[in-house]
Every structure is written in C-alpha cells, then in structure tokens.
C-alpha cells in the first residue's frame, strides 16, 4: 500500500526509537518512500536528516529541478543532480578523472564498459542508506559494487543508471579475543588478509586478492579453510544491512534470523550489506602454490582426484585446484595446492606428487602470499566469463568434460587474447555438513549429496567481436557435459552463484523448497520489490519474471 504522510512520520518515529526490531513488528515499514515529501520525513525518522539539511535538501530539489517528476519513470540523471548537492564529495560523473578510474577498477572488460550516469561512493551505512532511498524515490535503477569481481557487464554496474560503489567502506578491526573481525563490505579480501596475517589469524575468505568482501559471503566462497570452517556464508557471524525502507539493520543467528538464513546465499536480493562480522581463527604459516603438469598426465590426475575428494573428511587442513588451461601456446595441468599447516608433502597429496611436474612454486608461506599468487592466474584488463555445473565425484565425468572442454575450446585458442580454462574443485562431505553451521545456509545441499565436483568454465579474451563464439562456445561444453552426466547418473542440480553465467537459475539449484523460502523472505523485508526491479543486476529470485520487470 502507498502510505500518508502522517502513518510515514508514526512509524520512521517508532523506528528512530527502537534499536532491535522485527520482522513481524515493521511487516507494513519495508517499503521506501514513494515521493519527495516522503523522502524527507522519512529521513528524519530513521536519524539520517543532521542539522542544515533543510537548506540541503531544498537546494537540491531545486538543482534537480525536481517539481514535475513522475515518480514511476527513471529519473537518473535527476538523482544524480540531487544527490551531488546533498551528498557532496561522494557524487562523481562520466566528464570526470574519478569516474573513469572507478570505472576502471572492475575486473572485467564487459562491467567497465557499462556506463552510469554517475557513481557514488558512500562513506558510512548512513550516507548508503540516503543514496539508497534518494535513488528508490526516484524510481532510478541501480548497481552496488564490492570488489567489482563479477565476469559479465550489469552485474555490479548499470547502464545509465546509478553505481552505489562501496569502496570507501573499507574499515578492518579484529576484536581483543581474536575471535571476530568487522570488515567493511568496501574491502577486497588482500586488505583483510593484510590485517591479519602479521596477527596470526585469518578468517574463511576468497582466494584471489581483487575479489570483493560482500558479494563472496553472499554467494558461498569456498576457502582454502573451507575443510574445517564451511564457506565463506558461513563464517558470516553478522551482516550490517541497508534495507528497503533504509533502515539500517542486523542480521545474525539473534537478530532477525530469517533474513540472516536468506544472505548466506541469497545474493544481492534483500538490501545493501555495508559491513560483515567474521568468525576469526589462529592461522600461521601453510603450505601453498602451483605444480604444473604435462597434459598427458590428465588421466591420472582424474582418478587421483576422485581418490583425494573421497578422503578430504579424513584431513580437512587439505585444499586442491585442478584446472585445465591453455597458456602461451600450449595445454597444461594446473594444480593448486594448499595446506593449512606448515607441513611438506601432506600425505593427503601423495597420489599427485608422484606425478612428474614441469614446473612448481610449492612453498612454506603465508595466506596473503598465495592469494597475490592465485591473482596473477586471472588478471584484470580482458573480457571475461564464467559458467558452471556441478556434479558426483566421478574419475569418468571428469574424462568426459575435459574432452569436451578440449574440442570446444581449441578454436577460441586461436582468438586473441584467449586463454580458456577448465577448473574443478571438491564440495566435500566434511564441507558439506559445515553448510549447518549458525542454522544452515541457503544453498540447499544435503549430507547425502556429497561428495561433489564443481566446475567453472572461465575464459578470458581481448575482443568485443568475439563475444559471441565465446560464449557460444562456453554455454556448449555445459550443455554437453550436463547432458553427459546425466547420462551417467552423475548430475547434481546445483549451481555455485559465484560461478555462474547470466542466464543460469542459479536459485532453482537450491531446490524448490529452498527457493520458496527465500522469495518470502523477499517479499517480507522487501514488499515493493525494488531489489528485484529497480537493482536488476546479478542473479535474481524470480518474483517479478526477468530481470524484476
């Protein structure tokens, strides 16, 4: 319902005095304001209007010209104006030399080519929550960006809309126990582990250096402590979250737990998360790098690495990449070992290291070292994409992709630019049973699942002018290799959102009744739908058809 005036200023008092509230309580206060007038009580009630706004805010009506709007049509660049004068210092427009360095901080080619009509960079959860409400008021889509580490365009930018870039949230503090860390949802994961690492502690975390703190936890993250912690969504103690009325709010086992359940793999789909509490752990030195094998040697390494995922619940300090590439000229056998003590050839490992090595960085290090090192492996620069499926640990499966994989992928060799690359990687038993922890996860698999294989079809390249045999090329080893699958009785239906290609129900593999869950959860905290409609960008839960419309 559209609400008065006056019930709007009742229940932003109600809520400008209450500190812990519920789901139940404020059911009817999920929307955000619908006009311009609404904005500023609303404003006022949830404690984001200070002293001198007025003058503010009617200076920046003016500058946006702001009378005749209709409330129902895109108003960008308006929101733009308005913002620029209200929030000054944190509005930042194509002509300038901040716009276009932010813009090209994303990982990938496709996300820097998507062009806001400008970008903001909020400085706390409050000024989040007043670009956040401004924009909704308007009816102006939107992008947020963490890391910014998504392969296809529109996933954390938006065409002629605006960027909410995170960036500036990029506080780090671990508590006097070591036992938990606040990080701001601007930060990548090199900046925690930077903090930590000189502490001896770390947290369950992503493995490249460049990918964004929020939007891993809100989609799994594996870890190379994901044998003993879970995921990364389940290391999450806490989120700190802008909602769709702009409150600002807890979700955690205590506070609002439903929504807590939704973020640990519901994606960007209930609010803005500005900060995360992670649980945090002694960790020293460990064992990590990259032995790199012949091709030829691929059968073995398959029937060695059905063994190994087997038998990860018996040393869960283990963690292994195999990934099939083509690097200058020529295919090769990538693994990427890691242990999580300072420990040399894990018996764990001893199926692979008998295996004769072209080349190998193994080494006694740190966990910031290795993560530097896995970053070179997938630089930034290039068009980029990812799709994904996921299967039963099967040596066969493994044979019959990577044949596939080979036939496909030799002629995007020959494109500039190109390396294509085959990446599998275990959803053990032990890490399956930690998807329970804090009450469980989203993602909707169960014990007698596992163990599993997840593989990511990643393929970097140079030109626009490809895009389209790449991805062509890409959707068809999936096709062919699900399709196998389940020719062998092997396919499981999930599909990891970190992974995933536009165009994937990445929701529908959490299972039906997974999915139902969070849809009401969607509609409970988000009523309107305007994380579904006015934030199109990334993996949506289906409520209002494609893409929110």
Request: aromatic share 12%; charged share 15%; glycine share 8%.
């Given at each position: 319902?559209?609400?008065t005036t006056s019930l709007v200023s009742q229940v932003c008092l109600l809520l400008a005095f209450t500190a812990n509230f519920t789901a139940?309580?404020?059911?009817?206060?999920?929307?955000?304001?619908?006009?311009?007038?609404?904005?500023?009580?609303?404003?006022?009630?949830?404690?984001?209007?200070?002293?001198?706004?007025?003058?503010?805010?009617?200076?920046?009506?003016?500058?946006?010209?702001?009378?005749?709007?209709?409330?129902?049509?895109?108003?960008?660049?308006?929101?733009?104006?308005?913002?620029?004068?209200?929030?000054?210092?944190?509005?930042?427009?194509?002509?300038?030399?901040?716009?276009?360095?932010?813009?090209?901080?994303?990982?990938?080619?496709?996300?820097?080519?998507?062009?806001?009509?400008?970008?903001?960079?909020?400085?706390?959860?409050?000024?989040?929550?007043?670009?956040?409400?401004?924009?909704?008021?308007?009816?102006?889509?939107?992008?947020?960006?963490?890391?910014?580490?998504?392969?296809?365009?529109?996933?954390?930018?938006?065409?002629?809309?605006?960027?909410?870039?995170?960036?500036?949230?990029?506080?780090?503090?671990?508590?006097?126990?070591?036992?938990?860390?606040?990080?701001?949802?601007?930060?990548?994961?090199?900046?925690?582990?930077?903090?930590?690492?000189?502490?001896?502690?770390?947290?369950?975390?992503?493995?490249?250096?460049?990918?964004?703190?929020?939007?891993?936890?809100?989609?799994?993250?594996?870890?190379?402590?994901?044998?003993?912690?879970?995921?990364?969504?389940?290391?999450?103690?806490?989120?700190?979250?802008?909602?769709?009325?702009?409150?600002?709010?807890?979700?955690?086992?205590?506070?609002?737990?439903?929504?807590?359940?939704?973020?640990?793999?519901?994606?960007?789909?209930?609010?803005?998360?500005?900060?995360?509490?992670?649980?945090?752990?002694?960790?020293?030195?460990?064992?990590?790098?990259?032995?790199?094998?012949?091709?030829?040697?691929?059968?073995?390494?398959?029937?060695?690495?059905?063994?190994?995922?087997?038998?990860?619940?018996?040393?869960?300090?283990?963690?292994?990449?195999?990934?099939?590439?083509?690097?200058?000229?020529?295919?090769?056998?990538?693994?990427?070992?890691?242990?999580?003590?300072?420990?040399?050839?894990?018996?764990?490992?001893?199926?692979?290291?008998?295996?004769?090595?072209?080349?190998?960085?193994?080494?006694?290090?740190?966990?910031?070292?290795?993560?530097?090192?896995?970053?070179?492996?997938?630089?930034?620069?290039?068009?980029?994409?990812?799709?994904?499926?996921?299967?039963?640990?099967?040596?066969?499966?493994?044979?019959?992709?990577?044949?596939?994989?080979?036939?496909?992928?030799?002629?995007?060799?020959?494109?500039?630019?190109?390396?294509?690359?085959?990446?599998?990687?275990?959803?053990?038993?032990?890490?399956?049973?930690?998807?329970?922890?804090?009450?469980?996860?989203?993602?909707?698999?169960?014990?007698?699942?596992?163990?599993?294989?997840?593989?990511?079809?990643?393929?970097?390249?140079?030109?626009?002018?490809?895009?389209?045999?790449?991805?062509?090329?890409?959707?068809?080893?999936?096709?062919?290799?699900?399709?196998?699958?389940?020719?062998?009785?092997?396919?499981?239906?999930?599909?990891?959102?970190?992974?995933?290609?536009?165009?994937?129900?990445?929701?529908?593999?959490?299972?039906?009744?997974?999915?139902?869950?969070?849809?009401?959860?969607?509609?409970?905290?988000?009523?309107?739908?305007?994380?579904?409609?006015?934030?199109?960008?990334?993996?949506?839960?289906?409520?209002?058809?494609?893409?929110?419309?």
């Amino acid at each position: 319902m559209l609400y008065t005036t006056s019930l709007v200023s009742q229940v932003c008092l109600l809520l400008a005095f209450t500190a812990n509230f519920t789901a139940t309580a404020l059911a009817e206060s999920f929307a955000p304001p619908s006009n311009i007038h609404e904005l500023k009580h609303h404003l006022k009630g949830l404690g984001l209007w200070r002293d001198g706004n007025a003058y503010q805010f009617s200076q920046s009506i003016a500058a946006a010209s702001l009378g005749g709007v209709d409330p129902n049509r895109g108003n960008c660049k308006k929101t733009c104006v308005f913002l620029a004068n209200f929030l000054q210092n944190a509005t930042f427009f194509p002509a300038s030399p901040a716009y276009q360095q932010q813009q090209s901080a994303y990982w990938s080619t496709q996300q820097a080519e998507t062009h806001p009509a400008c970008r903001f960079l909020p400085s706390s959860a409050k000024e989040v929550a007043i670009i956040y409400l401004v924009t909704a008021t308007f009816r102006c889509k939107f992008a947020v960006k963490g890391g910014g580490h998504a392969s296809f365009g529109g996933a954390s930018s938006i065409e002629e809309g605006v960027t909410i870039d995170l960036q500036r949230l990029n506080t780090t503090h671990v508590n006097s126990e070591g036992t938990i860390t606040q990080v701001g949802s601007g930060n990548r994961w090199i900046n925690v582990y930077q903090y930590l690492t000189p502490k001896n502690l770390s947290v369950v975390g992503g493995r490249v250096s460049d990918i964004g703190v929020s939007g891993l936890t809100l989609g799994g993250g594996i870890s190379y402590f994901s044998g003993r912690h879970g995921w990364a969504c389940d290391g999450v103690k806490k989120y700190e979250i802008v909602l769709a009325n702009g409150q600002i709010a807890n979700a955690s086992v205590n506070d609002n737990f439903d929504l807590y359940w939704a973020l640990r793999g519901g994606g960007n789909n209930f609010g803005i998360v500005t900060q995360v509490h992670l649980e945090t752990f002694p960790q020293g030195q460990m064992l990590g790098g990259v032995n790199i094998y012949p091709i030829t040697a691929n059968a073995s390494l398959f029937a060695a690495y059905q063994r190994f995922v087997a038998d990860l619940p018996s040393d869960p300090d283990a963690a292994l990449i195999i990934a099939f590439a083509y690097v200058q000229g020529q295919w090769t056998a990538n693994n990427n070992y890691e242990y999580a003590k300072p420990v040399k050839n894990p018996p764990i490992f001893k199926d692979f290291f008998a295996l004769p090595t072209s080349f190998s960085t193994e080494r006694i290090t740190n966990l910031t070292d290795i993560t530097a090192e896995l970053t070179t492996y997938a630089p930034s620069g290039f068009r980029q994409t990812y799709i994904t499926a996921t299967f039963q640990n099967n040596a066969e499966i493994q044979r019959q992709i990577f044949d596939i994989f080979i036939e496909e992928m030799n002629p995007i060799t020959k494109l500039t630019g190109a390396l294509p690359a085959l990446v599998n990687q275990p959803i053990s038993k032990n890490v399956i049973a930690l998807f329970r922890k804090n009450g469980g996860n989203a993602l909707g698999l169960a014990d007698a699942e596992g163990p599993l294989l997840l593989v990511n079809l990643a393929v970097q390249w140079s030109s626009a002018a490809d895009d389209s045999q790449v991805y062509s090329a890409t959707q068809r080893v999936i096709e062919r290799a699900v399709a196998a699958a389940k020719k062998l009785g092997v396919h499981n239906r999930y599909i990891y959102q970190n992974y995933a290609a536009r165009g994937q129900d990445v929701f529908a593999g959490y299972g039906e009744a997974n999915q139902r869950r969070l849809i009401e959860i969607s509609k409970r905290y988000d009523p309107k739908g305007v994380f579904q409609k006015l934030q199109p960008g990334y993996f949506k839960l289906g409520r209002f058809g494609v893409d929110g419309e």
